[in-house]
């Protein structure tokens, strides 16, 4: 017993990169026994886990943990074949089975406030490797793969939308606090509108509600978001946690849809930003039923502060896989202010 709980042997189908190795990390600081299942390419394990290296790509991937009595499994793949793969080899002897799934699996993204009963895509059935364009039904897919097999009373399904924090490697919400803290005081920095949504959910919380789900052998589809906020009061976070006060300059989304801006991600783009009203309902579900089951939501300002120390440890001025460069913000804040006619 680990405070009251059980002990859990957990099986983690990766664990070697961000949300995966939180997962083992906070499972292993519980006192359960913890083994991670991957290549390693990522990153190896967190001390104390049990390194089971394997290919997913290879049918002897499962040989080392396949026929052990695991009370957890937690799935964050979405490639509908591995999740398969795995879902054969060990769900005759797995208690429970948690998947990693993300707010992509909806059909309509142009809603706001929509919960878990919203329509979701069509699964994918086409051939595999899934490329990214296929990313909300391949989960879609591999949702269905895991409910099928396990059956809906031993499945947790968390559909995940913007995480963020500390080791974030997609480089999205850290674009933010980065960006403030390179800037000086009154130092103009481009923005979206301040007024549009914005919904994050830090990577330690997500991490510890699945393994109180795992523990508590929690079933369900559940949205596993962060607070409806708004795009003002994350950057108003990211201030706080830079100590700095530039200048935001703001332009509609439809000026940065005209200047040729990349929503959402990549690089070159403007992280978090997505245009409206096409993606109107994109960070405004609800959230209440994973609230109601224990999800808890720390506040944004501390989320920024992680994130903004991860980036520091990276380097504030290194390339970014999102965001604008300085010489393409450079332009479009010139662009701009340039009188108009």
Aim: contains cysteine; charged residues 25%; negative net charge.
């Amino acid at each position: 017993m680990t405070g009251g709980r059980p002990t859990l042997d957990l099986l983690v189908l990766g664990g070697t990169s961000w949300l995966g190795g939180e997962v083992a990390r906070q499972a292993l600081a519980r006192g359960h026994r913890v083994a991670c299942l991957a290549r390693g390419d990522s990153g190896e394990p967190p001390e104390g886990a049990t390194w089971v290296r394997a290919d997913r790509e290879l049918p002897t991937a499962y040989d080392g943990v396949a026929g052990r009595a695991w009370d957890a499994v937690l799935e964050v793949s979405w490639q509908p074949r591995f999740v398969r793969g795995a879902l054969a080899a060990l769900s005759p002897t797995a208690r429970h089975w948690v998947y990693v799934s993300s707010c992509s699996a909806y059909a309509e993204e142009t809603i706001p406030g929509q919960s878990e009963d919203a329509p979701v895509r069509e699964a994918y059935t086409g051939p595999e490797p899934v490329s990214g364009e296929d990313y909300g039904p391949a989960k879609v897919a591999c949702e269905e793969a895991c409910l099928t097999t396990m059956g809906a009373e031993r499945v947790l399904v968390a559909r995940a939308g913007l995480i963020g924090g500390y080791g974030d490697r997609s480089d999205r919400l850290g674009y933010w606090p980065a960006r403030v803290a390179r800037a000086g005081d009154g130092e103009p920095v481009l923005v979206p509108p301040r007024d549009q949504p914005a919904q994050v959910i830090d990577v330690a919380d997500l991490a510890s509600w699945l393994v109180d789900t795992a523990e508590r052998r929690t079933a369900g589809i559940f949205n596993a978001l962060g607070e409806v906020l708004t795009m003002g009061a994350v950057l108003e976070a990211c201030v706080r946690a830079a100590g700095r006060a530039p200048r935001f300059v703001e332009a509609s989304g439809e000026w940065l849809v005209e200047a040729g801006v990349e929503p959402w991600a990549g690089p070159e783009s403007l992280p978090l930003w997505l245009p409206l009203p096409e993606y109107a309902g994109f960070m405004t579900r609800r959230n209440d039923a994973a609230r109601a089951v224990g999800l808890p939501l720390r506040p944004v300002e501390d989320t920024a502060a992680a994130s903004l120390q991860w980036e520091r440890e990276l380097g504030l001025d290194r390339s970014r896989r999102a965001g604008l460069s300085a010489g393409r913000e450079t332009e479009l804040l010139e662009r701009l202010a340039a009188p108009q006619g």
